[in-house]
């Protein structure tokens, strides 16, 4: 079963507007929570994490909002650049087994010029 | 900065070898992964490591083994390779949960 979820598997925005890219979990336990970014034929790169005892956290042009109630997460990118194009993989880890991280299938994003 | 390096970027072997992809990290880290990361399925833990010769399984562990006898270092054995196990391998390693750093990922093609 997926515990985390990314529903849109691709997303287009002009550059220079917002890039809103969402992902929902399942298991109450979690309470770490990232973003991956991953261009192809290399790893993904860490971008942006959240504790869950914050709502959100800011990165320059990245931001990541926490909606524990709801069990979801996004990621903001304003103003989107070309650069962001990439899959960008959310991510969540429980605190008590500390050791295991999981991520969702991924968003494809593209930012049109 | 971290650095996890993976020994090769592609691979080609044939049904029935026996496969080993070797994973080093730089940074005394003690949890270390391996991913398999497959289109529409994500990133999918095999196996990972919180300790020297100690291991975990993930959620798709058959087919495969790994080997930690350095801190440093976390192998993955495909015991017999098949044409499904053709996918892109990515190996992390993380200071407890804050964060995996990732290899540059080592695509293996099954023939």
């Known amino acids: 079963d997926q515990q985390v979820k990314q529903n849109s598997p691709s997303l287009s925005v002009q550059e220079g507007r917002i890039s809103i890219l969402n992902c929902d979990y399942t298991?109450?336990?979690?309470?770490?929570f990232l973003w991956y970014k991953k261009y192809p034929a290399e790893g993904p790169t860490f971008l942006i994490s959240?504790?869950?005892?914050?709502d959100k956290n800011e990165d320059g042009r990245f931001t990541v909002f926490l909606n524990k109630s709801a069990k979801h997460l996004s990621l903001h990118i304003v103003p989107s650049q070309p650069g962001d194009s990439a899959v960008y993989f959310c991510?969540?880890?429980?605190?008590?087994?500390?050791?295991?991280?999981?991520f969702g299938t991924g968003t494809s994003l593209t930012v049109i010029p | 900065d971290v650095k996890v390096t993976q020994s090769s970027r592609y691979l080609v072997k044939r049904t029935g070898e026996k496969v080993f992809l070797e994973c080093v990290q730089d940074m005394d880290h003690e949890n270390m992964f391996w991913y398999r990361q497959d289109p529409g399925l994500g990133l999918r833990l095999i196996y990972f490591s919180y300790d020297v010769k100690m291991k975990e399984k993930g959620d798709i562990p058959e087919g495969y083994s790994v080997s930690r006898e350095k801190k440093e270092r976390f192998s993955l054995i495909l015991e017999s390779a098949s044409t499904n196990q053709t996918s892109m391998y990515l190996c992390?390693?993380?200071?407890?949960?804050?964060?995996?750093?990732f290899g540059q990922g080592t695509r293996l093609t099954v023939v």
């Open positions: 992390a390693s993380s200071l407890w949960q804050f964060g995996a750093f």
């Open positions: 298991n109450s336990m979690f309470d770490y």
């Open positions: 959240i504790s869950s005892i914050k």
């Open positions: 991510a969540a880890s429980e605190g008590s087994t500390g050791n295991q991280f999981y």
